[in-house]
Every structure is written in C-alpha cells, then in structure tokens.
C-alpha cells in the first residue's frame, strides 16, 4: 500500500496551491481520507478529511472557508485545495487514511501514511 501526496512548493501568502494524494495497492472506496501538516518544531496536526460514506468533509478551523477537501473515488485519489495561504500554513502536509469512521481528527487511527510534501507560504 502507498499513498504518494504531491503539489506542494513556494507560494507568496494570499495564493493557492492543490496538493493531491494518489493512492495504490488496496481499494480506498471505503476509507475516510485526510490531510495533516506538521510545521518546523510543531506537533503534527489535523486539517481536513473526506469521510467515505459521504458525510460532510471536516476541517481544522484554521483553515475553514480557506481549504477544500475532495475525492475521486475511481481513483483512489484525493486533493486539497488550499486558498487564500498565509505564512503560517507552511509546513509538511501528509495525506492519510483509515479504515473507519471514527476519531476522524486523531492522527493516531489513521492506517495509512504518504510520504509528505512541502508548501512554504512567504510573506
């Protein structure tokens, strides 16, 4: 299983940037699908997910109104669309995924992992 998250790079704060996920080696049709970023020196943390029975995606709120979250099922790919960036989204953004519905914000009950990708916001 490999989950490879790209789109990332160097945006001057108040542009946009689409990172996306591309997902092989299972089926991902029944998984809820994430993304959490992690700043120098900071814990990683939630900002977006996909529940797979298509209940309304969540976000961290400080990123409401600013990011969308979306799917294509078919191919087991997703994507977050970031507007509106500022300096402080700059970080490593993971994609991930889970097998069930429950603790959608806690990093810690998610199965799957991608390798990250850097989105440096400059001011």
């Known amino acids: 299983v490999q989950l490879q998250a790209s789109g990332g790079g160097l945006v001057q704060a108040g542009g946009s940037l689409r990172l996306s996920c591309a997902a092989s080696?299972?089926?991902?049709?029944?998984?809820?699908m994430g993304w959490f970023r992690q700043a120098p020196g900071k814990e990683r943390e939630f900002v977006s997910v996909?529940?797979?029975?298509?209940?309304?995606?969540a976000y961290a709120n400080s990123v409401m109104g600013r990011f969308t979250i979306s799917r294509d099922s078919a191919k087991d790919t997703w994507f977050l669309q970031m507007n509106s960036l500022k300096p402080e989204d700059t970080a490593v953004y993971y994609c991930?995924?889970?097998?069930?519905?429950?603790?959608?914000?806690?990093?810690?009950?998610?199965?799957?992992w991608g390798q990250g990708t850097q989105v440096t916001v400059s001011s």
């Open positions: 080696g299972r089926t991902f049709s029944t998984y809820a």
């Open positions: 996909m529940p797979w029975r298509g209940d309304r995606p």
């Open positions: 991930a995924a889970k097998a069930n519905s429950a603790r959608l914000d806690n990093i810690l009950s998610y199965d799957y």
